[in-house]
């Protein structure tokens, strides 16, 4: 813990802007045309200079690929495609010097079939490692055991048979990527020898894949049918997840993964991906300071970007985080369309103001890889969809297009690799959007993000002060809210110029990209924000 310019004192994972890579497509450092760890280290001094003061990089574990890391072999062993541990540890040390701190992503919900627990549980129903995983019966009909629906594909069962012991697994993604079972004592406890695994190499704390879901219904109950008022994302299933999330005893298993992280000296944290959509389950991830140390908002993530949605998403978790909790707020990730194209439309205006909220709402942000640039989603055509959703429902309903390579220059290769070599996936439109090409453009989208980093890093406000929401003249097309004593942030969503009082002050930043940009004008009383201008004022 140092201290910041104005006392407090910093933690990282709270004072800090966080930084998703998906080491795949970040940089090739081999020209084999995939993204490895060598890839990371070399882009260390970017991240250093842009100010991000962690990264969490998706799976770099053993995999056979059928989910991209996320369908695990083996929890120890990094994937060669990505380099081996040794490279983790140069990148570790080389990212310590810098002050930065690096996360990894754990997989504990599930494993891949090709893990040695399940091909040890497929030998027999009595085999040491069956229990590691959720084994049951078929229903009366021969049919599957409840009416559990597959997260990927809401038309299909949860449910696998294994033809060979007339049981069914259960496996709640791919059919390959088999449930584990955490009521057995015996999985908590490879998983606490695997976090410690990676802690003792110096890994700062874990991005813990599909948290809330690890353990379920010890009966495995049917689950109810969905109500008409359910989130959209719910009523996609048509059944409410009941009994295979969110059950009341992944408490305990999460306050023991808190246990083991904090049994250090310096502790590590936890990050979870909380994907609910109700704001009383997801502040419970929280525990009572002994649970996740910061849960990923999915509602924020899936708000449209309009003021009022996206008021209500943030003031709802302000209203029930319990005192103790930290908000963490992201607009995208390696499963959802990047969010300069889902929420903004690919307009830089909109793409501008989007960055200065997740900035300097309460909270950590996290960006991924390219955010900081304005990169849009890439359309990837069918004969080339790698992510088993996208070969389930088509191009733009799979994740290959936020997957794509970074956009580090124009030239063959983007800077991602050597030029001519065949990505693993599609470049981008890497000429139109580049770190090259904004790094010394003051009036950049690159420029803008680091100077809000540096704003927050200066700012108690921005880092620590309480959000308290102010009453714009029109609530549906306008958000403002003050951060602590002297900062106002206000934001126009709206395509038309909207006016806002009680706004006393300097403007620090503006959104505003042209020659109407206000920056270092008083406000006194007054200001009119012009088509999707966001603003930060301070008054001293
Ligand atoms: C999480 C991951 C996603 C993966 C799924 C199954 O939602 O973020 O990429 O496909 O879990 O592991
Ligand atoms: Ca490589």
């Given at each position: ?20 890579i ?5 940089s ?64 570790i040390a ?113 991005r ?49 993964w ?109 960006l991924?890889y ?22 389930m ?7 290959d297009?936020e997957r ?15 030029p ?37 890093r200066?700012?108690?406000d ?43 002050g300097?403007?620090?930043l ?31």
């Amino acid at each position: 813990m140092t201290t910041s310019p104005g006392g407090h004192d910093w933690v990282w994972w709270r004072d800090g802007v966080l930084y998703q890579i998906y080491p795949r497509s970040f940089s090739d450092s081999n020209g084999d045309g995939i993204g490895d760890l060598r890839g990371i280290t070399g882009k260390l001094d970017y991240l250093q200079w842009l100010g991000v003061e962690g990264i969490w990089i998706n799976p770099i574990t053993a995999s056979p690929n059928d989910d991209w890391g996320y369908d695990v072999s083996d929890y120890c062993a990094v994937h060669p495609e990505l380099g081996t541990l040794d490279d983790l540890d140069d990148l570790i040390a080389e990212a310590t010097e810098r002050g930065i701190r690096v996360l990894l992503d754990l997989v504990p919900n599930h494993s891949s079939d090709q893990h040695s627990w399940f091909a040890d549980a497929l030998q027999s129903p009595t085999s040491s490692k069956r229990d590691y995983y959720v084994w049951a019966d078929p229903a009366p009909d021969g049919g599957s055991p409840n009416n559990w629906v597959n997260t990927f594909n809401p038309g299909a069962s949860a449910w696998t048979l294994d033809t060979v012991s007339g049981q069914y697994h259960l496996s709640q993604f791919l059919a390959s990527q088999p449930d584990l079972n955490w009521w057995n004592d015996d999985v908590r406890d490879e998983f606490d020898r695997i976090f410690r695994f990676w802690y003792d190499r110096g890994v700062a704390g874990f991005r813990l894949d599909v948290c809330h879901a690890v353990v379920k219904d010890r009966e495995l109950r049917d689950n109810p049918p969905t109500e008409a008022d359910d989130h959209w994302y719910t009523r996609m299933y048509g059944q409410r997840f009941v009994y295979n999330t969110n059950r009341p005893e992944v408490h305990d298993v999460i306050r023991r993964w808190r246990a083991v992280a904090d049994s250090y000296a310096d502790p590590r944290v936890l990050v979870g991906e909380t994907y609910v959509l109700d704001s009383n389950a997801y502040a419970a991830y929280y525990g009572n300071d002994d649970e996740l140390n910061l849960a990923f908002n999915m509602i924020l993530l899936h708000a449209r970007f309009d003021a009022t949605e996206m008021r209500t998403a943030v003031e709802s978790a302000e209203a029930l985080l319990p005192a103790t909790a930290w908000p963490t707020w992201t607009g995208g990730n390696h499963d959802n369309h990047r969010w300069a194209t889902r929420w903004c439309n690919n307009e830089p205006a909109k793409i501008r103001a989007a960055m200065l909220m997740l900035m300097t709402l309460r909270g950590t942000p996290f960006l991924y890889y390219g955010d900081e640039i304005g990169m849009p989603d890439t359309d990837v055509p069918e004969p080339e969809i790698l992510d088993p959703v996208g070969h389930m429902f088509g191009p733009r309903m799979g994740r290959d297009n936020e997957r794509t390579p970074m956009h580090w220059n124009a030239a063959s290769g983007a800077g991602f690799s050597d030029p001519g070599v065949v990505p693993w996936l599609r470049y981008g439109d890497h000429e139109a959007c580049n770190v090259a090409a904004q790094v010394d453009d003051p009036q950049s989208m690159l420029a803008l993000t680091r100077r809000l980093i540096k704003l927050r890093r200066e700012s108690d406000d921005l880092r620590r002060g309480a959000y308290t929401s102010i009453p714009t003249g029109d609530d549906t097309l306008a958000w403002a809210w003050r951060r602590g004593e002297s900062t106002v942030v206000a934001m126009n969503f709206g395509a038309i110029p909207v006016t806002i009082d009680d706004v006393f002050g300097t403007v620090a930043l503006s959104t505003d990209s042209g020659s109407t940009n206000r920056e270092g004008h008083v406000i006194a009383g007054t200001i009119t924000l012009s088509a999707h201008e966001a603003i930060v004022v301070v008054s001293q």
